[in-house]
């Protein structure tokens, strides 16, 4: 059984950081991919940054330079770093992964067949 639990959501004002968690059972970032996911009400799920096979990461446009992702093998626990957080960050972030080291499209909700639950970023002005 694949498990991805999500922590680490809140409300911050603009401007603010945030450190989300994911801790996994199975999957490690050295043979499978995980990303970070977002949906806001009325809106589609969208990609915000993923890792793949030799930690290779894509992230989009909206929060390059301002979030970061990582896996912590010792751990089993994937990170997004939230930097410089904005209202329009405010969504429900989801945790995934994906038996394969290599996505031809990283960002690409379709791509992830494991999913965690989800945890709450609200980012006030």
């Known amino acids: 059984q694949v498990q991805l639990t999500e922590s680490g959501g809140g409300s911050v004002q603009a401007g603010g950081s945030l450190r989300l968690s994911c801790k996994t059972i199975v999957y490690t970032a050295g043979w499978t991919s995980m990303g970070w996911f977002r949906q806001a009400p009325g809106k589609e799920r969208e990609g915000v940054a993923t890792i793949g096979g030799s930690d290779r990461t894509t992230y989009a446009g909206s929060v390059h330079g301002r979030f970061t992702i990582s896996f912590d093998d010792a751990q089993n626990t994937l990170y997004l770093q939230m930097n410089n957080l904005k209202p329009e960050d405010t969504a429900m972030y989801l945790c995934?992964?994906?038996?394969?080291?290599?996505?031809?499209?990283?960002?690409?909700?379709?791509?992830?067949?494991?999913w965690g639950q989800g945890t709450q970023v609200t980012v006030s002005s």
């Open positions: 995934a992964s994906e038996p394969r080291r290599w996505i031809d499209a990283p960002l690409s909700p379709s791509q992830f067949t494991h």
